[in-house]
């Protein structure tokens, strides 16, 4: 419990380090660049139309409306005459607003009569919206003039005064010609700037020159189609009519764009001046009668040459004047985007943080760990676009700095300190457990204190034949070199098969199955690996014998029985081991292959939990009824083969079973006649023979069917 609440406080300090080292460089603005980059990606994700897109209409002065100016003599600038039947078509048409993205502020180089022909069509169109500049450091007027209508019909002399955010005042502007800004029914500001990096991602919806409120061109088109708007500032907001449209500290609004340029219907200027003047002389032009029918229609220029084109967050060439309509959709939308309240971020952070902090701190491993990455990187994004549906700017790096911080910190300190025990448990115990088991004992260390419980094993006892002979034709040297390639190859094995190596006793080997991890076919994996190391020696038996002078053969005994399984020893040094009859068995099953001049011997118990296993690949035949040394119960044992191996035994297994149940009842004559039979190719049936004869010299005084073993 101590270590569990020791592990949560370093999880909830990593993690709340990490929140707080995210929010200082947040607040220091060092994020600012790349957080607008992630704004602009979430921007590109969610673009959509809203429900005003489709009542807004662009008109473009593009390249072909150049070219087509061009081959009728007209040179640039245009004549503002030829501006007229622009605003003409859209009366026609019942346009709601025109609104002119476009600075008339200089008397025309040609005829007077062409200012008055624009401000006739204003007039009579009655919703027209003039461009108005209002600089900080350029514009020819420092005051409003006298003569100079109001911002927009229902504006007073003056609004109120205000505690206006930095920047929303400016003290100059340049005003339209009088023949323009006498007939128009809004005088709109058109200058924006964009942010640090040169993008447009916030506008400013009005602002205020002497004393005067003068909106935004985007506005402005919805007040000369709704005179009885008035825009109202409130503290961060703009009040029109019955929507409230936010506002960051700095007096800006957030846009919403909707799409890629054009995402707004457009139509070329030429197009519109070609169909007015057909529609003058009476004939049909090219552009449908409804296409401005109840829009908001904005005219602006598109054309390269004519430097109107700016970077938004949606596309890198973006025409100025769809930044004024993607501001008008905004508003008559409703979903103006706005900046999540500092504490929304910092909790934010907080809970990512420390969450992260005490999921990593509480990992078990490096999966674990890996999962706890996996699943906090993305979840900042995730949740930044759902913020963005929601209409809000909540951070993104932050966030992702926070995560990530406490993740590589909850790892750090993870290294620092469990790490140094779990490679001392991988250094100590690879050499004698399966990476299962020792991936067990890393996630539970508690699993090496002293203790040991019973369960059921299947038990591994080998042995090499002759050994000693063995190692007294071998120097040191080649003695060790024989032994780590020999225990190498076996150990390979069993371990393969699940197995957990117990230890080695000189060429012994003691293995066993089913612990600590439970395998519920941990006999037939313990047969299965005591028929693979047979195989696997026969396979390096050549080799060995031509580098070290002999040939290894190798006895197994296999049984499976309760036992107590644990770690035994002192609280310095232990072991994990077993102790118990079954695991003596095993031992005794070992040595009764000499007996029988086998190689591998499995008790009744594990044959029985091989028949219940089902088809597995592997035969056995019965060897008989024996007494080991130690135990008076006799034991049933069985020689296991590969079930591929078995037709050309099957023969002779028929013939050693008739043979064996002669045995049995007594017939030892009878017996030793059939065991005859085998014993040339049959090393079980010779030493039965040998048997036979022996108690027909010497007849027991009663017989039960059991072969007493007086050797280990």
């Known amino acids: 419990m101590r270590n569990a609440v020791k592990k949560i406080l370093q999880g909830l300090g990593v993690g709340l380090g990490a929140a707080a080292a995210a929010g200082l460089i947040w607040s220091a603005g060092w994020l600012d660049g790349f957080e607008w980059k992630t704004w602009d990606w979430r921007a590109r994700i969610m673009q959509h139309p809203g429900p005003a897109t489709d009542r807004i209409r662009l008109i473009l002065l593009d390249q072909p409306s150049l070219d087509w100016g061009a081959q009728r003599g007209l040179s640039w600038p245009w004549p503002r005459e030829v501006y007229a039947p622009i605003v003409d078509f859209c009366r026609r048409q019942g346009a709601r607003a025109v609104a002119f993205d476009v600075l008339l502020t200089e008397p025309s180089k040609y005829l007077v009569a062409e200012e008055a022909a624009l401000g006739a069509a204003a007039a009579a169109a009655g919703n027209f919206v003039a461009a108005v500049f209002l600089g ?25 005064d205000h505690d206006w955010p930095p920047g929303m005042v400016l003290p100059r502007a340049t005003f339209p010609i009088p023949e323009i800004a006498t007939n128009a029914a809004v005088l709109a500001n058109v200058y924006a700037n964009p942010d640090a990096d040169g993008v447009y991602r916030r506008v400013r919806l009005g602002q205020v020159f002497d004393g005067r409120l003068v909106p935004a061109l985007g506005l402005g088109a919805w007040l000369a189609a709704d005179p009885e708007i008035r825009p109202v500032y409130e503290n961060r907001a703009l009040r029109c009519g019955d929507y409230r449209a936010p506002l960051d500290a700095a007096g800006h609004a957030l846009l919403r764009f909707r799409g890629k340029s054009r995402t707004h219907r457009a139509f070329s200027a030429a197009a519109v001046i070609e169909s007015e003047l057909l529609a003058q002389a009476g004939q049909p032009g090219s552009l449908p009668a409804d296409a401005f029918r109840d829009c908001y229609v904005f005219f602006g220029f598109s054309a390269p040459g004519l430097y109107d084109l700016r970077p938004v967050p949606v596309s890198g060439i973006y025409p100025g004047v769809e930044i004024h309509a993607t501001m008008l959709d905004n508003l008559l ?85 469990e790490g140094r025990q779990k490679r001392y448990i991988r250094s100590a115990f690879r050499q004698y457990l399966s990476e299962a088991v020792i991936a067990q004992l890393v996630a539970d260390p508690s699993r090496l204190t002293l203790g040991g419980e019973q369960r059921t094993l299947s038990i591994f006892f080998s042995d090499l034949q002759g050994f000693t002979g063995i190692s007294e034709k071998l120097n040191p040297r080649e003695l060790t070199s024989l032994l780590n390639e020999y225990l190498t190859a076996m150990t390979d094995i069993i371990q393969a098969e699940g197995g957990t190596v117990d230890k080695y006793e000189g060429d012994a080997i003691i293995a066993f199955w089913n612990a600590p991890l439970p395998l519920a076919d941990h006999a037939l994996r313990a047969v299965r690996a005591a028929l693979q190391c047979q195989a696997r020696l026969a396979d390096i038996r050549p080799d060995l014998k031509a580098r070290y002078g002999s040939d290894l053969f190798m006895r197994i005994g296999v049984n499976t029985g309760p036992v107590v399984v644990g770690n035994m020893g002192s609280h310095n040094r232990f072991n994990y081991t077993i102790l118990g009859d079954a695991a003596n068995l095993a031992s005794r099953l070992e040595g009764i292959n000499k007996q029988f001049g086998t190689f591998t011997l499995i008790s009744e118990a594990t044959q029985a939990e091989l028949a219940m296993a089902g088809e597995h690949g592997i035969a056995v035949r019965e060897l008989g009824r024996v007494a080991v040394v130690g135990r008076r119960a006799p034991v049933l044992v069985y020689e296991p083969v590969c079930r591929a191996d078995l037709a050309a035994r099957r023969a002779d297994w028929e013939k050693f079973a008739a043979a064996l149940a002669d045995f049995y009842a007594g017939r030892f004559a009878a017996a030793q006649a059939r065991f005859a039979e085998l014993q040339e190719r049959d090393p079980p049936a010779a030493a039965y023979a040998r048997k036979c004869q022996a108690l027909l010299d010497r007849p027991p005084a009663a017989w039960e069917g059991v072969w007493t073993m007086t050797e280990k």
């Open 136 to 160: 900080a450091g350029s514009g020819s007027a420092t005051n409003w003039p006298p003569d100079m209508p109001p911002p927009y019909r229902r504006a007073g002399a003056s609004v109120p």
């Open 333 to 417: 939308s409703r979903d103006l985007m706005r900046d999540a309240p500092r504490h929304w971020t910092w909790l934010w952070l907080v809970l990512l943080g420390g969450s992260y902090g005490l999921a990593v701190r509480g990992g078990r491993n490096a999966r674990d760990n890996l999962l706890a990455f996996a699943l906090a990187l993305p979840a900042p994004a995730i949740v930044s676009l759902w913020a963005y549906s929601r209409g809000l700017w909540l951070p993104l790096l932050p966030p992702t700095a926070a995560a990530a911080l406490a993740l590589i910190g909850g790892v750090l300190l993870n290294y620092a300190t």
